[in-house]
């Protein structure tokens, strides 16, 4: 089945530490977002990547970091500066990064303890 | 940067009757309005879209009307069933083919179908 395929569903963590959420796409698209979503609020955009070795900050980009090494993956590392890390994050992408729609990932419930 | 509202934040209805969901948003540049529907512990899945060159859309029971002059779109649910329950996003892009960096979202209404 072609999809987008986020893991784990459920992470736990320990304050301070860095934990990089998973996000693998079989859809062949060139473009994938990082969203982050809380309790009442819209989804707010983190990260973007239009093409491998290339990506752009969100508007939160803050305390994240990604990486685009391959086409099909697009991880995304919540570090020890991000000060509210727990979260709702979901992961996106399109054929292109303006023109198609988005798909998205079934997301990454992260909480920090 | 653009800014959109949504209204109601919760909606419940009888099944059976109509449900309407309002955005607003602020940017006269933009072009491009899809809905999300999202159920729980799921990631949004787009339902609906309009570009600024329409003004009204349908997709069977589910239809949204767009008015550029007032900066105002909807979304409209009729013979609401309990599938539909789930928290609906509306979203707007300066780019008119829906590219998911240029979009900026409302925070959701919740909309629970009563049996």
């Known amino acids: 089945d072609g999809g987008i395929t986020q893991s784990p569903k459920y992470l736990f963590r320990k304050e301070g530490q860095n934990v990089t959420l998973s996000c693998e796409q079989n859809?062949?698209?060139?473009?994938m977002y990082w969203y982050r979503q809380d309790p009442g609020q819209g989804l707010r955009l983190i990260y973007y990547?239009?093409?491998?070795?290339?990506?752009q900050k969100g508007d939160i980009a803050e305390g994240y970091s990604v990486s685009r090494e391959k086409k099909e993956s697009f991880p995304l590392t919540v570090t020890s500066a991000q000060k509210n890390p727990t979260a709702f994050y979901l992961c996106?992408?399109?054929?292109?990064?303006?023109?198609?729609?988005?798909?998205f990932g079934q997301g990454t419930r992260l909480t920090v303890v | 940067g653009e800014n959109v509202e949504q209204h109601p934040s919760t909606l419940s209805v009888q099944e059976g009757d109509s449900a309407v969901i309002k955005c607003t948003y602020s940017?006269?540049?933009?072009?491009?309005f899809p809905w999300y529907k999202q159920e729980l512990g799921k990631g949004p899945q787009l339902i609906i879209d309009?570009?600024?060159?329409?003004g009204e859309k349908k997709d069977q029971r589910i239809a949204v009307t767009l008015n550029k002059t007032a900066k105002h779109f909807s979304l409209h649910i009729t013979e609401t069933q309990p599938e539909d329950s789930a928290v609906y996003f509306c979203?707007?892009?300066?780019?008119?083919?829906?590219?998911?960096?240029?979009?900026?979202f409302g925070k959701g209404t919740h909309l629970i179908i009563q049996p």
């Open positions: 940017d006269s540049a933009s072009n491009y």
């Open positions: 859809l062949n698209h060139d473009a």
């Open positions: 990547s239009q093409i491998v070795n290339d990506f």
């Open positions: 309009i570009r600024s060159n329409v």
């Open positions: 979203a707007a892009s300066p780019y008119s083919g829906g590219g998911a960096d240029g979009l900026t």
């Open positions: 996106a992408s399109s054929m292109f990064a303006q023109n198609t729609e988005a798909f």
